[in-house]
């Protein structure tokens, strides 16, 4: 069974609005929770990535909030620009695991 | 200039031929995956290997094979006995301590008709 869900599916945002992804996981032994950015025909890229002992992280206009008694973490990408038209992954694994836990993927288009 | 390389970007085959699909890195990582995306869809991951010459199975294993037999290096053979071989292939490598990111190569998009 999927062990990190992520939605919504697609989000249409205007430029300069805000795209916010969520995820939601099961497995409380999960303590690393990275986002992955991948534009077609591309390779994922690491966009942000956040652990268990803080609430929220930081980096240009890509944020994640992270709510661990909820279980769950999002992703909000504020003043959304055209290039940030891309799928967006979430993903969570644990400590010394090898594997990553993905998300479905969010497809993500700022509209001009 | 460190990184995944995958190689090569596009290949096509026909129905019955075995294929094999490269995966290169100079980032002295220790581990190292194999990932079928499918149109639409996320990461699924296919065989990984922790060290050299041992590897497991993913999740979608079966039609596929590896081998690890340099560390930097983990090539993907997509078999005839896969049913839906045409999809995007994406390698990646992870540094050995504790938890921490996966990084991934370009890709190669495999077509077979």
């Known amino acids: 069974q999927q062990q990190v869900k992520q939605s919504p599916q697609s989000l249409i945002v205007q430029k300069g609005g805000i795209s916010i992804i969520n995820c939601a996981y099961e497995n409380t032994a999960f303590d690393y929770f990275p986002w992955y950015q991948q534009f077609p025909g591309k390779g994922p890229a690491l966009l942000i990535a956040i652990r268990p002992d803080v609430s929220e992280k930081k980096e240009g206009r890509f944020t994640i909030s992270f709510n661990k008694s909820a279980k769950q973490f999002s992703l909000h990408i504020m003043d959304s620009q055209p290039g940030d038209s891309a799928t967006y992954f979430c993903a969570a694994s644990r400590d010394h695991d090898y594997k990553l836990s993905f998300g479905a993927g969010t497809t993500v288009t700022v509209r001009a | 200039d460190g990184g995944i390389t995958q190689s090569p970007k596009y290949l096509f085959r026909k129905e019955g031929q075995n294929v094999t699909l490269s995966c290169e890195q100079n980032?002295?990582?220790?581990?190292m995956y194999w990932y079928r995306q499918d149109p639409g869809q996320g990461l699924r991951l296919i065989y990984y290997?922790?060290?050299?010459?041992?590897?497991q199975k993913g999740d979608i294993a079966e039609g596929y094979s590896v081998s690890r037999e340099k560390k930097e290096s983990f090539p993907l053979t997509v078999t005839s006995a896969q049913k839906n071989p045409t999809a995007f292939y994406l390698c990646?490598?992870?540094?050995?301590?504790?938890?921490?990111?996966?990084?991934f190569g370009p890709g190669t998009r495999l077509t077979v008709t």
């Open positions: 990646a490598s992870k540094a050995p301590t504790g938890t921490g990111p996966q990084y």
């Open positions: 290997s922790q060290i050299v010459n041992d590897f």
């Open positions: 980032l002295n990582h220790d581990a």
